[in-house]
């Protein structure tokens, strides 16, 4: 059974402070991993995507992959209030994505 | 461009009743997914479609669950003999492609919001 797994929080930081969302996967063979923001009672969108080890920076997202230890990781930097949603880390490997069931953060005002 | 299109928005139905949803993928995606999602859970994947290629029915909960897409555009979900279970809202999404360089990135519609009564 190929397996995504996130902490499911609340995590909560301070506005300001940096938020930092993990994710594990079970799957060697998976090739693309993504972050996705959903607000409550709204669809997923995504923030970005990423295939190589490494760091990718998009503004205030940096996603962070470490295939040799099954990691997948988002910061956002200077976490504002309209952060708060649900981020679902996604991955895809042998032709089928598979999703994370979300981690909730909460930033405080 | 416009996005991917899910109707109805929202459906109430009482148990026993087929619903039939509807999802219009972004024009010149070949790939297509259903997913399920119950208040405060996560994504539940129930089925896709690639191109002319069978579809991966691997997640459908029961044979009272369906689906048929339409070449490489309109998607139908039928659910039959409706149950209270099934209340959740149902999202659509589309890609390019299955795997690699972006092309995999799945665009979500709004969902229909199923209630069984």
């Known amino acids: 059974q190929k397996e995504v797994e996130q902490n499911s929080g609340p995590l909560s930081v301070p506005e300001g402070a940096i938020a930092s969302l993990n994710c594990t996967y079970s799957d060697r063979g998976s090739q693309s991993f993504f972050w996705y923001r959903q607000y409550s009672g709204k669809s997923p969108e995504l923030i970005m995507f990423?295939?190589?080890?490494g760091d990718k920076e998009d503004g205030r997202f940096t996603a962070q992959l470490n295939k040799a230890s099954q990691y997948v990781s988002l910061l956002i930097r200077d976490s504002q209030p309209s952060d708060s949603a649900t981020y679902l880390c996604a991955v895809t490997g042998g032709f089928k994505t598979i999703f994370g069931a979300g981690t909730r953060l909460f930033v405080k005002a | 461009g416009a996005g991917v299109s899910q109707s109805p928005s929202n459906k109430v139905t009482e148990k026993g009743k087929d619903v039939e949803l509807r999802c219009d993928p972004i024009s010149g995606h070949t790939a297509l997914y259903w997913y399920r999602q119950r208040l405060g859970q996560g994504l539940e994947f129930l089925i896709y479609?690639?191109?002319?290629?069978?579809?991966?029915k691997s997640g459908l909960p029961s044979d009272r669950f369906s689906a048929e897409r339409t070449g490489e555009s309109v998607s139908t979900l039928t659910i039959q003999r409706t149950q209270q279970e099934d209340s959740a809202v149902y999202l659509c999404?589309?890609?390019?492609?299955?795997?690699?360089?972006?092309?995999?990135?799945?665009?979500f519609g709004p969902g229909t919001r199923l209630t069984v009564l």
């Open positions: 999404a589309s890609s390019l492609a299955l795997i690699g360089g972006g092309s995999d990135t799945q665009y």
């Open positions: 990423i295939y190589s080890n």
């Open positions: 479609f690639q191109g002319n290629s069978a579809p991966d």
